[in-house]
């Protein structure tokens, strides 16, 4: 919707890339990172090949990419991204799938949006195993554009508005970000 000029922005769970034609991300906003969600009882670990396990991630994701290439022995099982991170967590609670992968703030959010209780799962490992930075979609032409948008992202008085929307999350969010900025910078 960006890219027809319908919308001047899209936010969301938007890793920044850059092989999107027609369109350009905003400074990041937030930053997550990729982990298994797991049911709490679930002899899963994360640091082995995975072999046969079955594994949701969301189809044609910047994860369904992570997971080929480092677990090529895991048995992936996509989602549709429309409605996928929740059906995705449903084939975790019904034993479908061991995991699924995705950022750990939105399988939470799920979570939390179905009522099932975040007590009943676990995201593994403690440190993300990818360090994904968050952007607003905006249009590709736009530079005065992308620079407002951009420059409010960076102002404290936009901090306001993150406390509304990522407070129980935020905390979570800074360490996340603190272990890859340092991950980045070794």
């Keep these: 919707m960006v890219e027809t000029e319908k919308v001047h922005l ?88 061991e995991a699924m992968v995705s950022d750990r703030v939105l399988l939470m959010g799920e979570i939390d949006r179905q009522g099932l209780g975040r007590e009943n799962y676990q995201t593994i490992p403690e440190q993300p195993l990818t360090c994904d930075y968050y952007g607003l979609i905006l249009p590709q032409g736009d530079l005065q554009w992308r620079n407002t948008v951009s420059t409010f992202i960076r102002d404290r008085t936009s901090k306001q508005i993150f406390d509304r929307w990522l407070g129980k999350y935020y905390d979570r969010a800074v360490a996340d970000l603190d272990y890859c900025q340092n991950r980045r910078e070794q």
Excluded at 18 to 30: A, C, H, L, N
Excluded at 39 to 61: H, Q, R, T, W, Y
């Design 10 to 97: 899209e936010c969301g769970p938007n890793s920044i890339v850059s092989d999107k034609k027609g369109i350009v991300f905003s400074d990041p906003f937030f930053s997550s990172g990729t982990r298994f969600l797991v049911k709490n009882n679930a002899n899963f670990d994360s640091k082995s090949p995975l072999e046969g396990i079955k594994i949701g991630v969301l189809e044609a994701s910047t994860t369904e990419s992570f997971v080929e290439q480092n677990y090529p022995d895991a048995e992936i099982v996509t989602f549709d991204s429309d409605d996928g991170r929740s059906q995705g967590i449903q084939a975790v609670t019904d034993g479908e799938i």
